[in-house]
């Protein structure tokens, strides 16, 4: 069964901190994997996408990793500020027999950022 | 820059009521989903659209129709509401289907009493 773990549950830290979310998954066949980051009350937006041969990209302050052979993702924030409070969303996209793709989402991690 | 724009943000419904929710996308995107979240689980893919005219089910449809009659615009109904229907809806659209990046409306919350 495809599946998206993401750790930790909800964190807490002081701005200007650096913090790192993690994500591991076991879908297969792999397509590619994204992270979201969906502010309380509003839609998912994207961060970042990664396809297999991509183990790293960046997208501001966010850098994501990506291991393929170990199934693990990571989200790296830089100099965290009140506004990066929100949910992170780990997605994992599977190819599909016939065509087309399967998202399968993890419950995300609850970042907040304090003064 | 409208992007995802769904309708209504808030219902509640009675049991046994129905109901519409409506997406509308002005990227000119073919693909187009409807999701649920519900606390502690990731979105779930109820419907998705691969183009106008076209529908198919997610992991979850039971309870749920929808219907793409223009490229722009896709629908979700429940004929016959559940308590078990309370969640956030989430449409989606994309410019392609497998490394699109997918584009979110803001959700619509519907509580079914």
């Known amino acids: 069964k495809n599946q998206v773990e993401q750790s930790p549950q909800s964190l807490i830290i002081l701005e200007g901190k650096n913090c790192t979310l993690q994500?591991?998954?076991?879908?297969?066949?792999?397509?590619?994997l994204r992270w979201y980051k969906q502010d309380t009350g509003r839609g998912p937006v994207s961060l970042t996408i990664?396809?297999?041969?991509?183990n790293t990209k960046s997208n501001g302050r966010y850098t994501a990793t990506l291991d393929a052979d170990t199934k693990q993702s990571s989200l790296h924030i830089t100099a965290s500020q009140l506004s990066d409070s929100a949910s992170y969303i780990c997605v994992v996209s599977a190819w599909l027999t016939g065509g087309g793709n399967k998202l399968t989402f993890g419950t995300g991690t609850q970042l907040k950022v304090e003064l | 820059n409208a992007g995802v724009t769904q309708t209504p943000k808030f219902r509640v419904l009675k049991t046994g009521q129905s109901m519409t929710l409506l997406c509308a996308q002005d990227m000119n995107h073919e693909y187009m989903y409807w999701y649920r979240q519900d606390p502690g689980m990731g979105l779930r893919l109820i419907h998705y659209s691969v183009g106008e005219g076209t529908t198919a089910k997610g992991e979850v449809p039971d309870g749920y129709n929808v219907s793409r009659l223009k490229k722009q615009n896709f629908l979700l109904g429940l004929e016959s509401a559940a308590p078990s229907q309370t969640s956030v809806y989430f449409c989606?659209?994309?410019?392609?289907?497998?490394?699109?990046?997918?584009?979110f409306g803001e959700g619509s919350r519907l509580t079914v009493l």
């Open positions: 989606a659209s994309s410019l392609t289907a497998n490394t699109g990046e997918l584009f």
């Open positions: 994500c591991n998954y076991t879908v297969s066949p792999f397509s590619n």
């Open positions: 990664m396809t297999f041969s991509e």
